[in-house]
Structures are given as structure tokens and as C-alpha cells.
């Protein structure tokens, strides 16, 4: 298949879920414990002996809660920087197959989501903070190298031996000392430093041999397919594919995270996610189950909350394009967003106005206006200068969070602007 075609399903979902879990979840203070506490890596692995799931714990309980909030793909962390693997390698003893819980739980994952019909992502750590090299590539090259190795066969482990994987997610690349121009702040550069460091360029073309329609991110240090903002929202270049992975709670808690009340509403998870959809991008929210595998009560809260909004609403989420409205920005005036697809411009009002909304900017030539959720009709005008008025609304929204109102056009697409209204 042609490239357009292979980044279909990835460009069409706009939703999905980052899920990371591991050794780290034992002790509920985040995937980074190890790193920030300065845990001696041999006292660490000896959490191995305590990862043990009860039997009855699948991973397919994350999928079923993935498909509720429609979510459309799932990113699992097979191994994060702490070096210990969710799946079987033949390149380490520190796996979950070859500890207490002997389990394979990446084959457990994936079967879990084509019985589903969830497309499969990887999540993979380049760096291993058990290699004393990691830190010091120059003081410590033969530990650098053994690490590189690792990478390098575990990638391989993971193309070759669980099937279709829809989507490879890179982590961890950069390394001590190396120019890395990726930064949280703007994930849109290339760092061939670290490409070169990691054999990136190597590593790639053999996933792609092995899995010939696989999309990659760009945190190899090589673009690759997809941009990969975190925490924030930012549409990358048209044509280009992203996607925003954020958590519900504190940024560092991508891992259980026992006392973190820092949790965002779900107001604010439909926001960021009509934000994506209307940039072109798509939204990835993470979980980190318990040491069991089950996942905290307020999180499965929100999320059907969110996944009943989106029972109602996906349709204007679901293959949005990338929305040139200048009131795109998720802070747009009293509004909120817009996305668009087809003939279609769906006006996500996310602070109710009252009785009437005034939507500037709208250039195509209005057919209709209707509430998505309940295909109520709606009085409304069309101004010389491209203001769409909404007249005749209730009192109160007809939803807690986002009201979607759907003005059906001629298909004549026009630019969405409203700085060519004069003040
Ligand atoms: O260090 C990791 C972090 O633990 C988490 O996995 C996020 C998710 O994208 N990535 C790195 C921080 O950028």
C-alpha cells in the first residue's frame, strides 16, 4: 500500500490510549521511582519478585475500557527505561516471563486488541538506565554498546514475534553529552547525533522489513512518520501526522501514581481532544494501571464519560481534517473549537453563550445548522462578512461539556477567518 494509504487508519482515529505499566507500578510514585529516588538497580530488580497480576487480571480489560471512551488505537510500554520487559527476550532475564509473574504480557496485549479490533502500538525505551554506558558513552563504550545490542534485539523480538504491529512508539533517545534538538518543547526536529548514536537509521529499516506497513514516531532522532508533542497540543505542518500524548494527572505520572490529585477534568480531556481533532492530530490519553492491572476508579470515571460524549459526538471527531480556522487554537473566544470533515463544520461550543452564538469567520455557504447530538434544528443567519448567528438556543448547553453544532455547507470549501472582519 502506498503511504497515504498506511497512515490512513492512524490519521482517521484521532483517539487513543498510552498505557504504562511496570515494575514501577509496585511502587506508586511513577515510572521515573528508579531514577529519582536513586534506587541501586539490584535492589529495583528485586521488584521483579513482587510483579505478579492475579491470573485473573488481562490486559483485555484496558482494551474493553479503550473501545468504551472510542479510542482507536493503544500504545503499551513492552519496556520502559527501567529496562524490565513485558514481553519474552532472549537478550535478558529481566523480563515478566522470566520472573514470578511468567507471563508474556505484550502477547497478552495483542491478542487482546485484534479480538477487539484495536490497532496495536509499542511503546519501546532506547535508553536501559542498568547500563553504567547510558550515562557515560565515552567513559563506558563496551556498556553503551551492550545496551545498543539490547535495543536493538529487543526491537527485533518485538517486530518478529507478536504479529501485525500497527504502531512502533520510541522513547528514551536521548543519551548524556549528545546533541538531542527533540525537546518537549518543539518535537519536530531531527537529532542525527542521536540517530547516529542509536544506529537509528539501521534499526529502522530493519522494523520496516520486518513490518512493512508499521507507522514510527519521530523519537529516534529520525522524523520518521509521526510527531509526538506531550503534554501540550500543537499541530504540526499540514500533511504531516502527530499526535498529543498527555496524562490525566501530574506530567511525571505516566506510571501508577498513587497521591496524585492533580487530576484533569473531563472537561478539560474533551477540550485537548477537539483541539487535536481540529489541528488534524490526534489525542493520546495515558493510563497507569495498578501492580495488578486494574486501573484506579476515577480514571475509568472520566473515561466513560468522555466515551458517552463521543457516542454522541465522534462523528465530529472521528477523520477530522486539519481545520484551517484561524479559530481553531482550542482557546478561541467564547466558542471553543471547530473541526470540519466533509461538507461539514462541526462548532464545538465549549462555553455556552445563551440564547445566541456568534460564530465569525465562516466563509462557505451555510446549507443548515442542527445540534449533532439530537439533530434539532436551529434557527439561524448568515452575515455579509461571514458571521454565522444562532438564534433561538436554550437557556443552558445541551451538554455538561462540549455542545456540537453542525453547520452543513454546499461542500464548496472556504478558508475559516474571521480577521477579515473589521472591528
Ligand atoms: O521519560 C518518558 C516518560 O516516562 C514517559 O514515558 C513519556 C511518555 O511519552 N516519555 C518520556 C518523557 O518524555
Request: aromatic residues 12%; glycine residues 8%; proline residues 5%.
Amino acid at each position: 500500500m502506498n503511504y497515504e494509504e498506511k497512515m490512513k487508519w492512524f490519521n482517521n482515529a484521532r483517539f487513543g490510549m498510552f498505557i504504562h505499566w511496570g515494575l514501577y507500578s509496585i511502587l506508586g510514585r511513577g515510572e521515573w521511582v528508579m531514577f529519582f529516588e536513586r534506587i541501586p538497580k539490584n535492589e529495583y530488580a528485586k521488584l521483579a519478585e513482587k510483579f505478579n497480576p492475579p491470573k485473573k487480571f488481562s490486559p483485555e480489560s484496558w482494551v474493553k475500557l479503550a473501545k468504551e471512551t472510542g479510542m482507536k488505537y493503544m500504545i503499551l510500554t513492552a519496556r520502559h527505561h527501567d529496562g524490565f520487559c513485558l514481553f519474552d527476550s532472549k537478550v535478558s532475564e529481566f523480563t515478566s516471563v522470566k520472573t514470578t509473574a511468567k507471563r508474556d504480557f505484550v502477547a497478552e496485549y495483542v491478542k487482546a486488541c485484534r479480538k477487539h479490533n484495536m490497532k496495536i502500538g509499542i511503546y519501546y525505551s532506547l535508553l536501559d538506565w542498568r547500563f553504567p554506558g547510558y550515562f557515560d558513552k565515552n567513559k563506558n563504550p563496551d556498556s553503551f554498546n551492550k545496551m545498543l545490542e539490547q535495543t536493538h534485539s529487543q526491537v527485533k523480538e518485538l517486530m518478529t514475534n507478536y504479529g501485525k504491529i500497527d504502531y512502533l512508539f520510541y522513547d528514551g533517545e536521548w543519551i548524556p553529552n549528545v546533541k538531542h534538538a527533540r525537546t518537549l518543547i518543539d518535537s519536530k526536529v531531527e537529532s542525527p547525533e542521536i540517530a547516529e548514536a542509536w544506529k537509528a537509521k539501521d534499526l529502522n529499516k530493519m522494523v520496516r522489513t520486518l513490518q512493512p506497513d508499521i507507522i514510527i514516531n519521530n523519537r529516534s532522532g529520525i522524523n520518521e512518520d509521526v510527531d509526538t508533542p506531550e503534554q501540550y497540543v500543537n499541530p504540526s505542518l499540514p500533511g504531516r501526522s502527530w499526535e498529543s500524548c498527555m496524562t490525566i494527572g501530574s506530567s511525571y505520572g505516566w506510571g501508577y501514581t498513587k497521591n496524585d490529585y492533580n487530576l484533569k477534568s473531563v472537561y478539560q480531556l474533551i477540550e485537548y481532544l477537539v483541539a487535536c481533532a481540529s489541528g488534524g492530530g490526534n489525542y493520546v490519553l495515558n493510563i497507569g494501571p495498578k501492580p495488578d492491572g486494574s486501573i484506579q476508579k476515577e480514571f475509568i470515571d472520566k473515561l466513560k464519560k468522555i466515551g458517552k460524549w463521543m457516542k454522541k459526538n465522534g462523528e465530529s471527531i472521528y477523520d477530522s481534517e486539519r481545520n484551517p480556522a484561524v479559530l481553531s487554537g482550542w482557546t478561541a473566544g467564547i466558542i471553543g473549537s471547530i473541526t470540519t470533515k466533509d461538507k461539514n463544520i462541526y462548532v464545538h461550543i465549549l462555553r455556552w453563550p445563551g440564547k445566541t452564538a456568534v460564530i465569525p469567520g465562516i466563509q462557505s455557504t451555510i446549507l443548515s445548522a442542527k445540534f449533532l447530538a439530537t439533530g434539532k434544528k436551529i434557527d439561524f443567519e448568515k452575515t455579509i462578512e461571514g458571521k454565522v448567528i444562532l438564534h433561538n438556543l436554550p437557556e443552558k448547553p445541551v451538554d455538561k461539556y462540549d455542545s456540537v453544532i453542525v453547520l452543513k455547507t454546499n461542500g464548496i470549501k472556504q478558508p475559516i477567518d474571521y480577521t477579515n472582519i473589521p472591528l
